[in-house]
């Protein structure tokens, strides 16, 4: 019989929230994956929970997922772990997920803490519409890329960042999406929690003086639908009418249906779009 995969979700500060759930399966599994051993035997032994560990991390996730799903095709469960939240989430437990599903191992998720989601129902940003952005690229000409998708995006965002790298972010962040709201979130669910709304600008002010501790998630706010239509708006004003008119007529639109969606497009109405056109006729 083929075994199975959990992916148990861990503590990101206060132990109790440890599942009980997860703690039973800990404790009845083969193995463990855990993404490092030597931090997780810190939660195992908090738990009395005596289960045989292996590494499975950024290095030696494709190797290792493959060992892992030969056992699980000869009926071992495995149980995987990451440092803290949910595995597969900015987590090379993807990879060993995607590779069960392609030699039909069961996978199943235990639910619990996670970070980005523990920090967007704290930012008192919108929580109806949002996207996960993780880490930005280090790669430069990529990072661009994502900047720039970013600044596009209507979405609240999450972001995480290392305390050593925050305000360069943050500067980054200010130069392509311009000033936005912004929650920065650290020490989630322990003692010293800290949740901060403010905008990027005094983000900066305040960090480019205090000295940032500890992993932040940052959950950012979109760009307004408003502002979006002043851009599709700019966008289209930059064109002639004429032109304007041309691009939807060689996709096939007739002469009225074209001079409405340019009227709408442009955020007028259809008589000032056809006053101007017979105007340029009668010249």
């Excluded at 997860?22 to 009845?28: F, P």
């Excluded at 003086?209 to 639908?225: I, M, N, Q």
């Amino acid at each position: 019989m083929t075994g199975i995969l959990y992916l148990c979700a861990t503590p990101i500060g206060n132990l109790q929230d440890m599942t009980p759930r997860v703690v039973e399966t800990l404790r009845t599994v083969d193995v463990i994956a855990a993404e490092d051993t030597r931090n997780s035997i810190k939660l195992l032994n908090h738990f009395g929970i005596h289960t045989s560990m292996t590494s499975y991390h950024e290095y030696n996730k494709v190797e290792k997922a493959e060992q892992l799903v030969g056992q699980m095709l000869m009926g071992k469960q495995v149980a995987l772990i990451t440092d803290a939240g949910t595995p597969a989430i900015s987590d090379p437990g993807e990879v060993l997920v995607r590779m069960c599903h392609e030699n039909q191992v069961p996978v199943t998720s235990l639910p619990g803490a996670c970070a980005c989601i523990t920090a967007l129902t704290l930012s008192g940003l919108s929580a109806r519409r949002f996207c996960f952005e993780g880490f930005l690229p280090a790669d430069k000409k990529e990072r661009k890329l994502v900047l720039e998708e970013l600044r596009r995006e209507s979405r609240t965002m999450i972001l995480y960042e290392a305390p050593h790298h925050l305000v360069g972010t943050l500067e980054e962040l200010r130069g392509c999406l311009g000033d936005r709201k912004i929650t920065l979130c650290r020490e989630l669910t322990k003692k010293f929690e800290a949740v901060v709304p403010t905008t990027l600008e005094q983000a900066l002010e305040r960090y480019r003086t205090e000295e940032p501790r500890g992993e932040y998630v940052l959950v950012l706010e979109g760009k307004s639908f408003q502002e979006q239509r002043r851009e599709e708006i700019a966008g289209w004003e930059s064109m002639s009418i004429e032109a304007h008119m041309a691009y939807y007529e060689r996709q096939g639109m007739d002469n009225k249906t074209a001079m409405k969606q340019v009227a709408r497009d442009r955020g007028v109405g259809k008589r000032e779009i056809y006053a101007h056109l017979n105007q340029k006729i009668r010249k």
